[in-house]
């Protein structure tokens, strides 16, 4: 079992920063990918930056330049640096870890609770 814990939101100008963490918790064998996904209300979950295994970044196109992703092996945590925020960033921002499943063709996700992000003057 693997648990997955949030922290750093908060309200932030626009133009500020936030770092938010992600602590992972149970038993890891092998990684996918891990990264954070955002909701906003009336919108999809989409992805904003993920870590594939052999370390290759993904961001997306609105985030790029502004936010980093980086991981602790060791550690088992996940952060997401988030500069000059603006106000489309406003969001429930969740961890993500994904691992093999049972089968390659079933591999299973975690998500942490949330924790939310709110960027407004």
């Known amino acids: 079992q693997v648990q997955l814990a949030e922290s750093g939101g908060g309200l932030v100008q626009p133009g500020g920063s936030l770092r938010l963490t992600c602590v992972a918790s149970g038993t890891i064998f092998g990684v996918n990918s891990m990264g954070w996904f955002r909701q906003a209300p009336g919108k999809q979950r989409e992805l904003v930056a993920d870590?594939?295994?052999?370390?290759?970044?993904n961001y997306a196109d609105s985030v790029k330049g502004r936010f980093t992703i980086s991981r602790d092996n060791a550690k088992k945590t996940v952060d997401l640096q988030m500069n000059s925020l603006k106000p489309e960033d406003t969001a429930v921002y969740y961890c993500?870890?994904?691992?093999?499943?049972?089968?390659?063709?079933?591999?299973?996700?975690?998500w942490g609770q949330g924790t939310q992000v709110t960027v407004s003057s």
């Open positions: 870590m594939l295994h052999n370390g290759i970044t």
């Open positions: 993500n870890v994904n691992v093999p499943g049972s089968s390659w063709s079933n591999p299973v996700d975690y």
